[in-house]
C-alpha cells in the first residue's frame, strides 16, 4: 500500500512560522469536501492567506472564521484566496462549515504535518495554534510568504491588519 500524499512526508518542523521571503512549504490537504487542495495550485490563482485556528465548535474559531465568511468580497476585491486550516477531521470541519455557514475552503491537516511545518502547533494539545501566513506567487512561480503572524490561541485575528499585508 502506497502512502497517500496528504501525509505530506516531505515536510520539515519548525518553531515558528516562516517569515517575509521566504519559499511556502507546498503541501496537500483534503479539504471538508474530501477534494485534495495543493498550495501550489492555488498560488497560481494569487495570493493566498493560510488562517490556522485550533479546533472547529470552539468559540474564538467560530468568530474567526465567521468573520472572515462576512468579510469575503474583502479578501476577493484584493485578488486573495483565504483558507482555515485545523487538525480537525474533514467531516467535522464539513459539519461545523454547515452549521456556522462559512464559505471559505477549511483544511484538514490531521497528520499535523503542516500546522508543524509553518511553526503554528500546539504541542500541549496535539493541533494547531492560531495564526496566519499569507503567501503570494515569486517570480519563479513558487509561493513566497509575505507575511506572518503566531497568535495567542484566544486572539482572533485583526482582519484589517491582516488584510493590508496581501497584494
Known sequence: MSSQP???T???PRENPPSSGEIAPDFILKDQN???????ENIKKGDVALCFFPMAFTDVCAVEMKCITDEMNKWKAKGAQVVGISCDSFATLKAWAEGIKLEQTLLADMHRSVCKAYGLYWPDLNIAGRGTVIIGKSADGKGKVTWSQKR?????MAFDEVLAHIG
Open 10 to 12: 516531505h515536510l520539515t
Open 6 to 8: 496528504t501525509a505530506n
Open 152 to 156: 495567542e490561541i484566544k486572539k482572533a
Open 34 to 40: 474530501r477534494n485534495d487542495w495543493s498550495l501550489s
